[in-house]
């Protein structure tokens, strides 16, 4: 690992709720952990675990109750599982990858920014005849990689991605891992990386974090983790997932 | 029991007319637990609603013969169909949410194919409902009765699903993608169910996944469809350590594992 003690994120006894008064329902307690540049940290956890809110309060989505959210990076960026909700269906590829550049502070020429998408469409692995088309004309894993490409088109340093690959097919989900691993080596990026896929985590992750009920139960490096679990529920989850 | 040979099905409604399922044959034997995988756009699906005589109008069976304990299905009338559906051959999905009719009760759900295909009294549906609920591990039985899809989590709306598709003894199931939606806990208890349900009512088991893990645990036999087409079928273990085609080779590497990290395995080849 690079840079080790260089940090991008840093979560501090985070506290988060929905709802007030009688009706406040605790999501979150007490989640303290920091992100390194250039690594990977996984997070995993069955549904209605928290993770999901754990994404949104470090984007600024949802408040904290208590606790600090602290960045070290311009511009956290997201990753969703299934980008088709998030890519306009109105628009082409090419003008939705643009988007964020014209809406930053930096201005750019138009030649400029039609070269900055082509850019990172090779990057992603995207041919540039997909620049012309619309998202429902692109399959579930060429849109991935037009939203990865968005995540990244603006220089960000740190992707939240949350379950990125879990709606894809197994093929087309190893190529968006290898297409993630292989950003990350070339950028130096570091990914909060959500799923509830135990061997996708394995594969892509440093250090993993396990989630239940809001709390973090169990964090380390991923083959410390896998080899021995110490927290029961690492173990249910190690031993029920096949 | 069941035998599908040639089977081609045909969407008859685009110009040139699309085969979405070619030349797939499968035969099945009472009791047994047979897979079919394969990634989206497979077939995999198709398949088996052709088998519940449920492909929507502009797909036809073109080619090939479908034979389920002597009957012909392929020239099933709606009608036919009828008698077969829930009765013997019944199906599962993998969203029991939008499958289970949200303003029908539990109980009344459970009961459907004994009301279509029994001349059972209601005192005596009832009490088999309630049987069957207990036995796909259904807590309170007499409360869950009364109650609305809407009020029970993914893994006992998965369970109801299998309960209510099990109460007429049918002898094939078909379960497409059943344990898709759930967390891995989840998953595991209601494969284990599946598993208990096919010993102890010898319910044979048609299991559609694209999931190979999955199949490799419930399965029996498993057939690898790419693209409408059968690729390689076989006996799990012997199609998982020896694929013998290009394409299941494929899907084998592709599976996420817990050995061979991915990520370690690059930074090492970076080292180098």
């Known amino acids: ?242 | 029991m069941l035998k599908m040979n040639h089977v081609t099905i045909t969407f008859q409604d685009v110009n040139p007319p699309q085969q979405v399922v070619e030349d797939f044959s499968l035969s099945m034997e009472p009791g047994e637990i047979v897979g079919i995988v394969g990634e989206s756009g497979s077939g995999k699906t198709m398949t088996a609603l052709s088998l519940m005589g449920l492909l929507k109008r502009d797909a036809h069976i073109t080619k090939g013969s479908m034979n389920f304990m002597g009957k012909d299905l392929a020239s099933q009338t709606q009608k036919g169909w009828e008698a077969i559906r829930g009765k013997e051959i019944s199906m599962i999905f993998q969203e029991p949410m939008t499958s289970l009719n949200p303003v029908l009760t539990i109980g009344r759900q459970m009961e459907e194919n004994l009301r279509l295909h029994t001349s059972l009294d209601k005192k005596t549906r009832y009490q088999k409902a309630l049987d069957m609920m207990e036995k796909v591990g259904l807590p309170q039985p007499e409360k869950l009765y009364g109650q609305y899809p809407h009020q029970l989590s993914g893994g006992m709306r998965q369970r109801v699903m299998i309960g209510a598709a099990l109460i007429g003894n049918p002898k094939l199931m078909i379960a497409d993608e059943p344990t898709t939606a759930l967390d891995v806990t989840i998953q595991a208890q209601i494969l284990a169910l599946l598993k208990e349900m096919n010993r102890e009512f010898g319910t044979a088991i048609l299991f559609i996944s694209h999931d190979l893990r999955v199949i490799r645990s419930i399965c029996s036999r498993v057939v690898v469809m790419h693209q409408g087409k059968m690729v390689e079928s076989g006996n799990v273990q012997e199609v998982m350590e020896a694929p013998q085609k290009e394409y299941t080779r494929r899907l084998l590497a592709s599976i996420p594992r817990r050995d061979c990290s991915l990520r370690r395995h690059r930074e090492e080849r970076l080292r180098q």
């Open chain 1, 1 to 242: 690992m690079k840079n080790q003690e260089e940090l991008v994120l840093e979560v501090r006894h985070l506290e988060v709720g929905y709802g007030r008064g009688r009706k406040y329902h605790q999501v979150l307690y007490d989640v303290d952990f920091c992100l390194k540049k250039g690594e990977i940290l996984g997070l995993v956890g069955e549904s209605g675990c928290g993770k999901s809110t754990l994404s949104k309060t470090i984007l600024g989505f949802v408040p904290a109750k208590k606790g600090q959210v602290v960045h070290y990076t311009s511009r956290p960026q997201m990753i969703f599982q299934d980008p088709f909700g998030s890519l306009n269906p109105g628009k082409k590829v090419g003008w939705i990858l643009e988007e964020p550049l014209r809406f930053q502070k930096e201005k750019l020429s138009e030649g400029q920014r039609r070269q900055r998408v082509e850019a990172m469409a090779e990057k992603v692995g995207l041919d540039k005849k997909l620049l012309g088309r619309y998202p429902r004309d692109l399959s579930g894993g060429q849109r991935q990689r037009v939203s990865i490409a968005i995540s990244l088109i603006q220089g960000s340093q740190l992707i939240l991605a949350d379950e990125p690959v879990s709606a894809l097919d197994v093929t087309i989900q190893r190529q968006i891992m290898e297409l993630m691993l292989g950003l990350q080596e070339e950028m130096n990026l570091s990914y909060l990386f959500i799923s509830h896929d135990l061997d996708v985590i394995y594969q892509m992750c440093d250090r993993v974090m396990v989630m239940e009920k809001g709390r973090i139960v169990e964090s380390g490096p991923v083959e410390q983790i896998y080899r021995e679990p110490e927290h029961p529920y690492t173990r249910v989850l190690l031993e029920a997932s096949l």
